[in-house]
């Protein structure tokens, strides 16, 4: 072979060769990228599962502490213990409420944690729900938010929100801000909004006894075993 052309052909290759792995390189940064980017949607995606999973059990926990008060003829109260004061994407979750059954149809002075008490033993544990670290409902990611005081009904009922066996909500007008008792479940590992806020669910509970769920994007969730007539929308 020419000694020339054979130069030239290795040249070639070597210039083939470069390019190859040039194309490799972007290959492998595209891939990167595309990686990244869904794992980024995968995230938010599941962060949105765990968030509305989380206001769903409340909601439903409102539903059946209602129901509750009317089948027993004796009070029932959801009572708020834990919040996420910072909300710091760094830190563990936050959140915890009780549900509990009293022993009168007004002014309860005991309060027995779910399941009701059959047989005069306290039994508790199936009437908590903690969103933390190796709790029963842990979602990783999803607190509750700090919530506005709450009066309650009485004496001893500081945070509650207490059912009647006529199925309203026993608290003063002092705890419906704008008509509601408002609690707020945040995904405080999402993207935050222009106003800063993480994506959260507020669950607004009227006088009633009446329940819905309301997006930071907006989108009002009824639902009408709870009593928020009307359809959900997208």
């Known amino acids: 072979m020419d000694p020339g052309h054979a130069q030239l052909r290795k040249s070639s290759l070597r210039i083939r060769s470069g390019h190859s792995l040039v194309e490799l390189a972007v290959v492998i940064a595209l891939l990167s990228v595309l990686a990244l980017i869904g794992w980024s949607s995968a995230r938010d995606q599941v962060g949105a599962f765990r968030l509305m999973g989380a206001a769903r059990l409340f909601q439903s926990d409102v539903q059946g502490l209602r129901a509750l008060a009317i089948a027993e003829n004796r009070e029932a109260r959801l009572l708020l213990v834990e919040a996420d004061t910072d909300m710091n994407p760094e830190e563990p979750q936050i959140g ?41 409902e842990e979602r990783p990611g999803i607190s509750v938010a700090a919530w506005v005081p709450l009066a309650g009904p009485g004496l001893g009922n500081a945070d509650g929100i207490v059912f009647s066996p006529r199925g309203f909500v026993a608290n003063p007008a002092s705890d419906f801000v704008d008509g509601y008792i408002t609690v707020q479940v945040v995904n405080k590992r999402g993207n935050r909004a222009d106003d800063g806020t993480f994506p959260h669910v507020s669950l607004r509970i009227a006088r009633g006894g009446l329940a819905h769920m309301e997006t930071s994007e907006g989108t009002a969730l009824a639902d009408g075993s709870v009593g928020a007539g009307g359809t959900t929308t997208q």
Do not use: H
């Open 96 to 136: 915890m409420w009780l549900l509990q059954v009293g022993n009168r149809s007004s002014g309860s002075t005991e309060w027995d944690t779910l399941p009701v008490d059959v047989d005069g033993v306290a039994d508790g544990g199936q009437g908590e729900r903690s969103l933390d670290v190796g709790g029963a």
